[in-house]
């Protein structure tokens, strides 16, 4: 089953404005991890998350992850048009885990 | 630095023709190894990793095999073609040793059409 669901699958907000997406997963994690791809491009990892982490940030990024309810949040602060791409969570289940699984992701569209 | 490289970029090939798509990877040494397929609009579903030389985990049975006859190369392939494997195929790499802590690097991508 896939680990790592977002959501909204689309977002669609103005210039300046915060986007937040979600992403919920099943099974305990080591780690939580963020990319965002540009249309037909590869994926570029933007944050991670270790699960004994609560909230990180990196320059307007700032990634939340609750345990408790197996769910991570991604905020784009003051968002830019440049800032238009898929974004996805992927899971590392545990030390012995070599794979990453990602979810279906979510479209950000900022328009000008 | 370390770098991905990944070709071709597009690829239109007829069904029940032959596939192999190569990635590989410089600056760095015994890295793990991925492939993934993504469906239009649809995330990444893992094909293939590979944690060392000639050892290949499959993760879903289907019509490719992989194949890692270098430590920093990694090739997918196909002997016949399916329309169904039309998609955006993208190879990726972590650091080695089981470093869970690590970030996948990944290449641009291969948009595979099946005609």
């Known amino acids: 089953s896939q680990q790592g669901e977002e959501d909204p699958q689309a977002l669609s907000i103005q210039e300046g404005e915060n986007a937040t997406m979600n992403c919920s997963y099943k099974?305990?994690?080591?780690?939580l991890q963020w990319y965002r791809q540009n249309s037909g491009r590869g994926l570029v990892h933007l944050i991670l998350?270790?699960?004994?982490?609560r909230e990180k940030h990196s320059g307007r990024l700032r990634v939340t992850l609750d345990t408790s309810k197996k769910s991570s949040s991604l905020l784009i602060t003051a968002s830019r048009a440049a800032d238009t791409a898929s974004y996805f969570c992927?899971?590392?289940?545990?030390?012995?885990?070599?794979?990453?699984?990602f979810g279906a992701g979510t479209t950000v569209t900022v328009r000008a | 630095s370390q770098t991905i490289h990944q070709w071709p970029a597009t690829l239109v090939q007829p069904v029940g023709s032959p596939l192999s798509l190569e990635c590989t990877v410089e600056?760095?040494?015994?890295?793990?190894l991925y492939w993934y397929r993504q469906a239009a609009g649809r995330g990444l579903q893992l094909l293939f990793y590979?944690?060392?030389?000639?050892?290949i985990s499959s993760e879903v049975p289907q019509n490719l095999s992989a194949s890692r006859p270098q430590d920093r190369q990694f090739i997918l392939s196909s002997k016949k073609l399916l329309l169904s494997d039309s998609g955006f195929y993208l190879c990726?790499?972590?650091?080695?040793?089981?470093?869970?802590?690590?970030?996948?690097?990944f290449g641009q991508g291969t948009r595979l059409t099946v005609v």
């Open positions: 990726a790499w972590r650091h080695p040793g089981g470093r869970v802590n690590t970030e996948a690097f």
């Open positions: 099974t305990s994690i080591n780690n």
């Open positions: 998350i270790r699960s004994n982490e």
């Open positions: 992927a899971k590392a289940l545990s030390s012995n885990d070599y794979k990453l699984s």
């Open positions: 600056g760095t040494s015994n890295p793990n």
């Open positions: 590979s944690v060392g030389i000639g050892q």
